[in-house]
């Protein structure tokens, strides 16, 4: 379903009177009973297990919050927070994204995926089309975890389903899943493949693939050894050479120092200056002290120099008097 084209923005005085925010509601038209009565059932069961998901992540902010549902003439109707911003589709509409910008959408997805896949949820069709920059703070938001519900009710705009139950978005779903079974890692491929369209600007479905059947894509991409080992892992074709969780991609990114749980660990530009502003003041201290021992050891010779000559002068004095005497 096209989120933005089937979105209706709502000011909600009843049965809401209290939420004074723009929603977002999702119809979501059922089978006619009459017509199908198996299908209208599935589909209605189906549903029922998104909403039921929906209401297990309300409270985690990334996530848009799950508000009611309710049937009415034989339709489903999915309420939720609206969530103002960009999806991350449209972004790449400008061209590709920086290394450092695709780093901080790892962590920042990761994190989101963390508490999903906590909750015992594998989202299914991670895109960019599902993802939406927050307006107010420019923060990442997953939504559409309701997809899974929508494109099994609404099947003529589900993508390439031969079966009711396989829910994804070619390109952006691994195998396993397109044969109808999701692990929590396919997630972690749909996040790699969207990392890389971010540094290539190329769509995965139209990326190469080699003789194993793995993508071809660092050649259209500046990107780091490092980054790219941790996205060819994300993006295994057999799971079983895949991360099998968040936290092992979130454990690479630590050890290159990139991210740390939450927060970023990034060199900058300001660092590196501040750390030759350093040397150099080093440097200048170093030559400061060797300047001043050797002025010491100058001073300290001539004055050498000179207590001998007083002390050669005073022998001399002595021996005329003792003479004298």
């Not at 059932?41 to 029922?48: E, G, I, K, P």
């Not at 003439?73 to 309420?79: G, I, M, T």
């Not at 911003?85 to 962590?107: P, Q, Y």
């Not at 259209?220 to 996205?231: G, K, P």
Request: aromatic content about 8%; charged content about 20%.
């Amino acid at each position: 379903m096209n989120r933005l084209r089937n979105r209706k923005l709502l000011k909600l005085q009843k049965p809401y009177p209290s939420l004074l925010i723009n929603l977002s509601l999702l119809l979501i038209p059922s089978t006619v009973p009459l017509v199908d009565p198996d299908s209208y059932a599935t589909d209605q069961r189906l549903f029922m297990r998104e909403v039921t998901i929906l209401k297990s992540l309300n409270g985690y902010p990334r996530i848009p919050k799950f508000i009611d549902y309710w049937d009415e003439n034989q339709q489903s109707y999915l309420l939720q927070e609206y969530i103002p911003g960009k999806t991350l589709d449209e972004e790449l509409n400008h061209g590709k994204k920086s290394e450092n910008d695709v780093v901080k959408f790892l962590a920042e997805i990761l994190e989101i995926l963390r508490f999903v896949h906590e909750k015992g949820i594998i989202h299914r069709d991670l895109n960019p089309r599902n993802i939406i920059r927050h307006s107010l703070d420019d923060q990442l938001v997953l939504i559409d975890f309701g997809a899974g519900a929508i494109k099994k009710v609404v099947t003529t705009t589900t993508y390439t389903q031969t079966s009711r139950t396989k829910i994804y978005t070619p390109g952006y779903a691994p195998t396993e899943q397109m044969r109808g079974h999701p692990q929590y890692n396919s997630d972690i491929y749909a996040l790699g493949v969207t990392a890389i369209q971010m540094m290539t600007c190329i769509e995965p479905q139209n990326l190469a693939q080699d003789y194993n059947g793995e993508l071809v894509w660092r050649e259209h991409a500046n990107v780091s050894t490092w980054l790219a080992n941790i996205l060819n892992n994300m993006v295994c074709e057999n799971y079983k050479n895949r991360y099998k969780s968040v936290e092992k991609v979130l454990i690479e990114l630590q050890k290159h120092n990139v991210c740390q749980t939450k927060t970023l660990i990034l060199p900058t530009n300001v660092d590196l200056f501040e750390g030759e502003q350093t040397r150099n003041q080093t440097d200048a201290i170093v030559f400061f002290l060797m300047t001043l021992i050797s002025l010491f050891a100058i001073f300290y010779t001539a004055g050498v120099f000179s207590i001998n000559q007083d002390i050669k002068l005073l022998k001399n004095q002595s021996s005329v008097l003792e003479k004298v005497n």
